[in-house]
């Protein structure tokens, strides 16, 4: 069984507010060092972790620069509205994809009808 995935943040904390905030997932757990977030009824978890001399991806890749190691998909309704939310809450928008706070590309997909 599939119980989450881990991902490196210079500030652990702030980076689980913004996903929490994004997705509408809780924060279920924080210690120094590291903030978790969750679904309301899964048992799937997102783990935040420290990393102090953590080096944001660069996307596209270039030669040489830290190449993104993963990054999330969220299916959303309405593009225009759910860019506009995760800007607000300090996604960057690049000519590619989105960046979240810690600069880890992430990607917002029309649902299919």
Known sequence: MW???????????ALASFYSQLLGWPVVHQEPGTA?????????????????????????????DQRPMMHFDFQVGDLDSAVAEAVSLGARVSVHQLFDPAGHPFCLCREQD
């Open 3 to 13: 119980w989450g995935t881990a991902i490196e943040a210079p500030d652990p904390r």
């Open 36 to 64: 978790i977030i969750a679904p309301p009824d899964g048992p799937i978890y997102v783990v935040f972790q420290e990393a102090p001399d953590f080096q944001p991806p660069v996307w596209p890749p270039q030669s040489g």
